[in-house]
C-alpha cells in the first residue's frame, strides 16, 4: 500500500523543504519571488544554493544539472558534480548561489534559428527559482531558461514566464478598476491532460518506423479497431495497470499532481490528467511526466508512444490544455457565477478571450502545428483546423442577449432525474462538452484541444497568455479614461462580443457545411504545418510579440525557421526510413511471396491431376502489378527527397516542397504496400501487423 500523503513530492525541494531549511528572512525572499516574482539578491541564492546541496546529498546525490527547455521540444541536461578539490589531495562537496544562478551550455549546437554560428558557442542557463528543483537519478535538477550570448533566448521557458508577467499584469490593471486593490499577481494555471500508447517492447523493437519517427509509417488496418467502443473507461489490463500504479508513485514523489488515469478510445491508447498547477510549473511536469512514462514502459517491457498519429485508422494522441486564471487570493477570473449574465467582471475577462482568440487564430493554430498533428487534427478524435470557441448554449444566449440589449434571465440548472428510488438525483451542468471544438468553455476554464501528444505545451500556453493580456490591455485603456466605469464597461463588453462573435460555434466541427460556414465567416483554415506558420512573421504578430515583450524580431525569425525547418526534418526522416523499409524488407518480402505463388502455380499446371484456380492466378497477377506500383513509388520518392536534400531554398518553400513532394508520394506508397499486407500471406511480412501492436500488451 502506498502512503501517498507520506511520499508526495519526496524528490522535491518545494516550500515545506525550504521552510525547514531557509532562515525566516531567507524563506520569505524566495516565497516573494515565487509567488510574485520579484528579484533575488545573490546573498538569498547563496543561502538556497547551500540548503539545496545539503538536501541532494542527504538523498544520495552526487551531481547537479542546469535542466532546461531548448527549441528542440524536448529537455536538455549537463551534470556536474558538487565535487571540489581539497588540501592532501581530498575533496569537498560544494555548491554556490553562483553556481545555482547561472551556467553555461553550447548555444550553437540547439536549434537556434541561425542566431548562433557553429563557431559561437557560448550559451547561458538562468535558475527559475518559480519552479520547484527536484531529484532524479541521483542528481539534483535546478529548472532554468536557456539564452545566447548575445542575449536572445533559445528555449521555451523564458518567453512562457515573459508572457505569465504580462498577463499578470494587464488583469491586475483590469481588477483594480473593480476596487480590488489587494490582488498583487493574476496566475495562469493549466492542467494538461496527456494520452499516449503502450505497445510491448519486442513489437516496438521490430518496427524501424515507430523506432526512428514514433509513428507507423506502414500498416494495414487490424481486422478489430476502435469499432465497438469497448476500450474507452474499459478494465485496465493488469500489465498497463502495473505500469500505471508506479507511474503514479514516481510522478507523486516528484510532487506531480497525477490524478486520473483510464483506457482512452483506441486500442492500447491511455490517458493521465493532473491537477491544476501555475503554466510554468505545469509545463515543466508535462515533460517530466512523458520522460517518466518511457522510463517506466521500458522496465515493463512495454514502449511509450506519444506520437500524435502512431497507428492510421484510429484514434491519434492529444493533449488537452486546461487554461484559467487565477488571483493570489484565490479567486478563479472565468468563473460565471450562479448569475454570470450579472457578473460583470466574468463577463469582461470573458469578452477579451472572445477577442483575442478571434482576433488571433493564428497563434493558436501555428502553436500547435507540426508534421505530426497534422495526421491527427480533424479526425473523429480531435478538432478541425478551424480555429472557433464553444461557450455552451446558456453562455451563448447571454451572448446574444447583450449584442441584442436584451435582458437574459438564466433558469438555473436542470435537475437530472436518474427514475431509480436508491439513486440521487443531481443537477445537469449548464454546458454539454464539444469533442469537435479546438476552445471550449468548460465551466471555469476554457480547454484547448488541438494540441498534439508529444508537444511542449509552453507554446500554446505563449500564445493564450500573450493575446489575452495584449487584450486586457487595451480594455483597461479605455476604461481608466472612462467616466463612468460601469456604464463603459457594458458598452465594451456588448462591442466586443457583437464585433467578436462569429468566433463562437457550437456546432459540429467535423461537417463540411462547418467548412462552408466558418469560410463565410471569414475564419481561417490552415490544414497544415507550412499554411499554418508562414504567419508567425506577420507584421501584426511580430509587433504583438514586441509590444508585449515576448520576443524579439530576430527571436520570432529564429523560431519561425526553426519550426519550419523540424517540419521538413521530420518528414525527411520518415521518407528515408521509409525507403529503407520498402528496399531492404517488404519489395523482398512480397517478391519471395509472388514467387513462391507463382512456382505453386507451374506445379500444379506440370501435374495433371491438378490445376491452378483462377483465384491464384489473378492473386498473382494483382501482386505482381502492385510490386511494380511499389517499386516505382519507391524510386520517387527517393528521387523526389534527393532533390529536396540538394534544394538552397527559403525554409517555408522547402518545407511546402516536403508536403506536395514527398509526403504526397509516402501517402501514395504506404496505400499500395497496405493493399499488399492485406492480401498476402502473413507469414511473408517482415513486421509486427496492427494487430500484433495493438493487442500485444495483455
Request: aromatic share 10%; hydrophobic share 35%.
Amino acid at each position: 500500500m502506498i502512503d501517498v500523503p507520506s511520499i508526495f513530492g519526496i524528490d522535491v525541494f518545494n516550500e515545506q523543504v525550504m521552510k525547514e531549511r531557509l532562515d525566516k528572512d531567507t524563506y520569505n525572499a524566495l516565497k516573494a519571488t515565487i509567488k510574485n516574482g520579484e528579484s533575488l539578491n545573490i546573498n538569498i541564492a547563496n543561502a538556497v544554493a547551500k540548503a539545496m546541496k545539503e538536501w541532494a546529498i542527504e538523498k544520495g546525490c552526487t551531481h547537479y544539472t542546469h535542466w532546461f527547455q531548448p527549441m528542440t521540444g524536448i529537455t536538455a541536461e549537463k551534470h556536474d558534480s558538487f565535487l571540489t578539490p581539497a588540501d592532501n589531495g581530498k575533496v569537498i562537496m560544494e555548491f554556490s548561489g553562483k553556481e545555482l544562478a547561472k551556467g553555461e551550455s553550447d548555444a550553437s549546437s540547439f536549434p537556434n534559428g541561425g542566431i548562433r554560428a557553429t563557431f559561437e558557442a557560448r550559451g547561458y542557463t538562468a535558475w527559475d527559482p518559480t519552479s520547484y528543483a527536484f531529484i532524479k537519478d541521483s542528481s539534483l535538477y535546478i529548472p532554468t531558461a536557456f539564452m545566447s550570448y548575445t542575449g536572445e533566448v533559445l528555449d521555451k521557458k523564458t518567453p512562457l514566464l515573459r508572457s505569465m508577467d504580462r498577463i499578470s499584469e494587464e488583469a491586475v490593471r483590469v481588477l483594480k478598476l473593480f476596487g480590488k486593490d489587494n490582488v498583487l499577481r493574476v496566475t495562469a494555471n493549466v492542467g494538461a491532460e496527456q494520452e499516449y500508447f503502450l505497445i510491448d517492447r519486442k513489437m516496438y523493437d521490430k518496427r524501424k518506423d515507430l523506432k526512428y519517427t514514433g509513428r507507423t509509417l506502414f500498416g494495414a488496418k487490424a481486422t478489430k479497431g476502435q469499432e465497438l467502443e469497448d476500450h474507452y473507461f474499459g478494465a485496465i489490463k493488469n500489465r498497463v495497470s502495473m505500469f500505471m500504479k508506479e507511474l503514479d508513485e514516481q510522478l507523486w514523489r516528484l510532487g506531480i499532481y497525477s490524478k486520473t488515469k483510464h483506457n482512452e478510445v483506441a486500442p492500447a491508447q491511455h490517458e493521465l490528467a493532473p491537477i491544476f498547477t501555475t503554466t510554468n510549473i505545469a509545463t515543466d511536469q508535462n515533460q517530466l511526466t512523458m520522460e517518466t512514462m518511457k522510463t517506466i514502459a521500458r522496465k515493463h517491457g512495454m514502449s511509450c508512444l506519444l506520437h500524435e498519429k502512431p497507428f492510421k485508422g484510429v484514434n491519434g494522441s492529444g493533449k488537452h490544455n486546461n487554461w484559467s486564471l487565477n488571483t493570489n487570493l484565490g479567486e478563479n477570473l472565468l468563473k460565471p457565477g450562479k448569475k454570470p449574465e450579472e457578473n460583470t467582471q466574468f463577463l469582461l475577462f470573458l469578452a477579451a478571450v472572445v477577442k483575442a482568440v478571434d482576433e488571433h487564430q493564428d497563434l493558436l493554430r501555428l502553436s500547435v502545428a507540426t508534421a505530426g498533428n497534422d495526421h491527427r487534427l480533424g479526425s473523429s478524435e480531435a478538432p478541425p483546423a478551424i480555429i472557433s470557441m464553444y461557450l455552451g448554449d446558456d453562455l451563448e444566449a447571454i451572448v446574444d442577449a447583450i449584442i441584442r440589449h436584451e435582458d437574459y434571465e438564466s433558469h438555473g440548472k436542470v435537475l437530472m432525474q436518474t427514475g431509480v428510488e436508491s439513486m440521487p438525483d443531481f443537477k445537469k451542468d449548464t454546458s454539454d462538452r464539444n469533442r469537435t471544438s479546438p476552445f471550449a468553455f468548460t465551466g471555469n476554464k476554457f480547454e484547448f484541444r488541438s494540441l498534439g501528444s508529444s508537444i511542449s505545451i509552453s507554446c500554446p500556453n505563449i500564445m493564450l497568455n500573450t493575446i489575452v493580456a495584449d487584450t486586457l490591455s487595451q480594455f483597461a485603456d479605455k476604461l481608466e479614461k472612462a467616466e463612468n466605469f460601469n456604464s463603459a464597461c457594458r458598452s465594451l463588453i456588448r462591442k466586443t462580443f457583437r464585433e467578436h462573435r462569429r468566433i463562437i460555434f457550437n456546432g459540429d466541427g467535423y461537417t463540411d457545411e462547418w467548412v462552408e460556414e466558418a469560410k463565410r465567416r471569414g475564419l481561417l483554415n490552415l490544414e497544415n504545418t507550412p499554411d499554418a506558420l508562414k504567419h508567425f512573421i506577420d507584421e501584426k504578430n511580430i509587433e504583438l510579440f514586441e509590444r508585449n515583450h515576448i520576443y524579439g524580431k530576430k527571436e520570432i525569425y529564429a523560431r519561425y525557421e526553426i519550426l519550419l525547418e523540424n517540419y521538413s526534418k521530420v518528414i525527411s526522416i520518415e521518407a528515408q526510413t521509409m525507403i529503407n523499409m520498402a528496399k531492404k524488407d517488404i519489395f523482398p518480402a512480397v517478391s519471395r511471396f509472388t514467387g513462391d505463388l507463382a512456382k505453386t502455380i507451374i506445379n500444379k499446371k506440370a501435374v495433371s491431376t491438378s490445376i491452378p484456380t483462377d483465384e491464384e492466378e489473378k492473386l498473382l497477377m494483382n501482386m505482381s502489378a502492385l510490386l511494380s506500383q511499389f517499386s516505382k513509388l519507391t524510386d520517387k520518392l527517393d528521387e523526389n527527397l534527393d532533390k529536396a536534400l540538394s534544394f538552397k531554398t527559403d525554409p517555408l518553400t522547402l518545407s511546402i516542397y516536403y508536403r506536395d513532394n514527398v509526403l504526397s508520394v509516402m501517402n501514395e506508397l504506404r496505400d499500395i504496400s497496405d493493399t499488399m499486407e492485406t492480401d498476402m500471406a502473413t507469414e511473408y511480412w517482415p513486421y509486427p501487423s496492427y494487430g500484433d501492436m495493438l493487442y500485444s500488451v495483455q
